[in-house]
């Protein structure tokens, strides 16, 4: 079992709840296992209620690119919400680079989305979504249901 | 009408006019000449005319080239205009525009030498090449700065919207656990003022390195007077990296802020002792501890739900600093307990 935030019991998955603001009970059958890598708690934590309202599964939060690169392996994540500037070390497109032909599919969340950080994105993950922060629910909602659709 | 004769008007035309024989010596030798040079008209004739006005270095060559346009009739310079250096009488050496013409054949021919001073066109050549070199200069400084500002404007924007991405799931999390609005404002409101505090200083380090001590000094004196004498701070001085500067200091004004709520800080007799060390090895550890005591009823507080500052504190101190939290409530206080590496160069 992977260690969480707030607690220790990340990966049993949970009841979705409507509690944050935008998101309605009509949440997706079919939940995508996520894993976020963001190295500013309170927006992990915020993607982390989003995710779960939306009705998906957190299955780790990690803080850096090779937290999230050792961690792959054990969460099996379907879907990766990934922070570009991570601090020190590797960058968002460094792990993108680094998982390609994993069968992960990447959704940048980044305050670095200009052009030139795009194309950076999308050459090292080219099936790639991304979102500007600070992230709005509905944007997150159709780049996950994206992906569940060709996950599922 | 009878043709004016040429010989009075080149006495007094502006430019120099000097007659040269195909000895070398000077025959003829205008006022033009006179102003320029500086020698008079009767110094000057039969005087040789590169000991007169032309420059040391180059007077060999002038006599190589007399010699080589009498045995050849090759004269180079004859019939052009080129620009050259000529000396004065009192020494100096001028820039010169001159053309000489060959009148006359055989020992009768002389050369005529038409020169014109143009220092101050020179000058003002000089001054204009000067002047487009420093214009050039501040161009590439000025692009330098707007490239520069560029780059900040966009680095500002990418920090506003990380900053706000914060302030939003800060006052997402705020709101999810807060009980009514009026306790939300209350704690995403003094939530807001730490972080502010915290970049004030981070922002005075100038993004650097920032001491502990004042950022434990600065977020426990926003809940209570350091006058009062409660509060006891010691510590190794130890520098923080801004990441670990603002962590640490959302980690105090939760602490402070429980403290003032449940803990030491709503008794009159309670104090807090905040104490740190560095813990040797690789890398070096903060040790970081935080004492209550004279807390009215600790029992109240282990038996209590931790409340989300609580468990704020718990998630900052493993995500964003990668230490350790350990918590007791004793019978005197909370006692906690934080281990974090610290960046390399924090001695």
């Known amino acids: ?152 | 009408m009878t043709r004016p004769d040429l010989a009075p008007i080149l006495q007094n035309v502006l430019d120099a006019v000097i007659v040269m024989g195909r000895d070398g010596t000077v025959q003829d030798w205008n006022a033009g000449a006179h102003r320029i040079f500086g020698w008079r008209r009767e110094e000057a004739i039969n005087g040789r005319m590169s000991s007169l006005i032309i420059p040391f270095q180059h007077r060999a060559a002038h006599e190589r080239g007399l010699q080589h346009y009498l045995a050849t009739g090759e004269g180079p310079v004859l019939g052009r205009r080129i620009e050259i250096t000529a000396v004065t009488r009192d020494g100096r050496e001028i820039p010169v525009e001159l053309s000489i013409i060959a009148v006359g054949e055989g020992d009768e021919e002389v050369f005529l030498g038409f020169i014109r001073d143009i220092s101050e066109r020179k000058a003002a050549e000089a001054a204009l090449a000067a002047e487009k070199a420093a214009l050039e200069v501040e161009v590439v400084r000025r692009e330098a700065v707007e490239r520069h500002q560029a780059l900040l404007l966009a680095e500002m924007n990418h920090r506003v919207k990380n900053m706000l991405a914060v302030v939003t799931g800060l006052a997402m999390q705020t709101g999810l656990n807060s009980p009514s609005v009026e306790a939300f404002m209350h704690s995403f409101s003094g939530r807001l003022a730490s972080m502010s505090r915290s970049y004030g200083l981070v922002t005075e380090a100038n993004w650097s390195r920032t001491e502990l001590r004042r950022l434990v000094e600065d977020q426990l004196a926003a809940h209570l007077d350091p006058a009062e004498g409660r509060i006891d701070i010691s510590g190794d001085p130890i520098a923080l990296s801004p990441r670990q500067a603002l962590s640490i200091s959302m980690v105090l004004h939760e602490l402070a802020t429980n403290a003032v709520k449940h803990g030491a800080l709503a008794e009159p007799a309670g104090r807090i002792e905040v104490a740190w060390r560095r813990l040797p090895g690789e890398p070096a550890q903060l040790e970081l501890e935080w004492r209550e005591t004279g807390a009215a009823s600790p029992a109240e507080a282990v038996s209590s739900k931790p409340g989300f500052g609580s468990k704020m504190i718990g998630a900052v101190v493993r995500h964003d600093l990668k230490g350790e939290l350990t918590r007791e409530w004793n019978p005197s206080g909370l006692s906690c307990r934080i281990v974090a590496p610290l960046p390399e160069d924090t001695s």
């Open chain 1, 1 to 152: 079992m992977v260690p969480t935030l707030f607690s220790d019991d990340r990966g049993r998955g949970r009841a979705p709840s409507s509690s944050i603001p935008g998101v309605t009970d009509d949440v997706d059958p079919r939940p995508l296992n996520v894993m976020i890598v963001e190295d500013e708690v309170f927006v992990a934590l915020h993607l982390e209620a989003m995710v779960e309202s939306l009705g998906h599964t957190v299955a780790i939060i990690a803080s850096n690119g090779q937290a999230a690169l050792d961690a792959v392996a054990e969460a099996e994540p379907d879907l990766i919400l990934l922070d570009v500037n991570l601090g020190d070390g590797l960058s968002g497109v460094d792990v993108a680079e680094r998982l390609e032909g994993r069968g992960v599919r990447i959704v940048f969340v980044t305050a670095y989305a200009d052009a030139e950080n795009r194309a950076r994105m999308t050459a090292a993950a080219p099936a790639c979504r991304i979102l500007s922060k600070p992230v709005e629910t509905h944007s997150l909602r159709r780049a996950l249901d994206d992906v569940d659709g060709a996950v599922h």
